[in-house]
Nanobody, 122 residues
Framework: QVQLVESGGGLVQAGGSLRLSCAAS????????IGWFRQAPGKEREGVSC????????YYADSARGRFTISRDNAKNTVDLQMNSLKPEDTAVYYC???????????????WGQGTQVTVSS
């Protein structure tokens, strides 16, 4: 069964850090581009970051650039999102998703995780 599972969410104070992890079962992540998305209460889900499968290129939303880092750990079959200097506006449910090439277009992602909650207190 193909499955993505996020972990690492939690409650952190503003300025703190969290590291989210996206683990796969049933398939190998390094064949896919992996995107991280988030959905804050009352808002639409938005793209945060993506890492390609071909050359490891990384992409960031303006809100994440300079604070978040996406990376692969092929040995663990995971894609991680290191989030530093967190702000209250980063509070959201974070999802990872798999597709062939990095894109911000969500319907082009084939597999989605169930999400992990990140809450940043002020």
């Amino acid at each position: 069964q193909v499955q993505l599972v996020e972990s690492g969410g939690g409650l952190v104070q503003a300025g703190g850090s969290l590291r989210l992890s996206c683990a796969a079962s049933g398939f190998t992540l390094d064949y896919y581009a992996i995107g991280w998305f988030r959905q804050a209460p009352g808002k639409e889900r938005e793209g945060v970051s993506c890492i390609s499968s071909s050359d490891g290129s990384t992409y960031y939303a303006d809100s994440a650039r300079g604070r978040f880092t996406i990376s692969r750990d092929n040995a663990k079959n995971t894609v991680d999102l290191q989030m530093n200097s967190l702000k209250p506006e980063d509070t959201a449910v974070y999802y990872c998703a798999a597709t062939w090439e990095c894109t911000w277009t969500q319907y082009q992602y084939d597999y989605w995780g169930q999400g992990t909650q990140v809450t940043v207190s002020s």
